[in-house]
């Protein structure tokens, strides 16, 4: 047979955590959404604010790419059309969060048709062991402007990192 029993002491505390949770939950929901005005400003990189619109040819992705001080191949390795879901799962939501990161946010074209470049990095800074040497730009472009992207590698534990902290990764 098993007892459980309750002090008021304990339900004050339960209760104490229940209302901080609904607290912290309803300050998250009712924030005012952050209008992204498509440039973002990366001190890293650069003094000047780079613009994420007018990306119409393959020129301008070289030059937007430049920007951040990562050199690339001449022409992407992939290009690959898609359409997003309407609903994301966790893999998207958990990609956002990084795209969140950046100034960027890709829950807003849910359900739009994207293009995906794929770009090998020439500049990407190798450890001790000449690792990692496979290392990818990817840009996600909606029509005419880039509306995420990522720095991505397999090797050596493999990482997802935002491309506007590029220098950082030195």
């Known amino acids: 047979m098993f007892v459980f029993s ?13 209302v901080a949770c609904v607290a912290i939950a ?5 924030l005012p959404e952050k209008e992204m005005t498509g440039t973002a400003y ?6 000047e604010s780079i613009s994420f619109t007018g990306i ?7 030059e937007f790419i430049a920007d951040f001080g990562i050199k690339v191949s001449s022409q992407p390795i992939e290009e690959l059309s898609s359409q997003l879901p ?6 998207y939501e958990e990609y956002n969060t990084i795209q969140l ?8 074209y849910k359900g739009k048709k994207i293009t995906r470049y794929t770009y090998k990095m020439e500049n990407y800074p190798k450890d001790e062991k000449g ?15 880039i509306v995420a992207g990522d720095i991505a590698s397999s090797e050596g534990g493999g ?12």
């Open 86 to 91: 309407k609903k994301f799962d966790a893999v």
């Open 101 to 108: 990161a950046q100034g960027l946010d890709l829950s807003k």
């Open 26 to 30: 309803a300050t998250v929901f009712l």
């Open 56 to 62: 119409k040819t393959e020129e301008d992705r070289q």
């Open 42 to 47: 990366v001190s890293a990189v650069t003094n």
């Open 6 to 18: 309750l002090n008021g002491r304990t339900v004050k505390l339960a209760g104490l955590c229940a």
């Open 131 to 145: 690792l990692p040497e496979n290392v990818y730009l990817n840009l996600i472009q909606y029509k005419d402007r």
């Open 159 to 170: 990482f997802v990192r935002t491309f506007c902290d590029f220098s950082a990764v030195k």
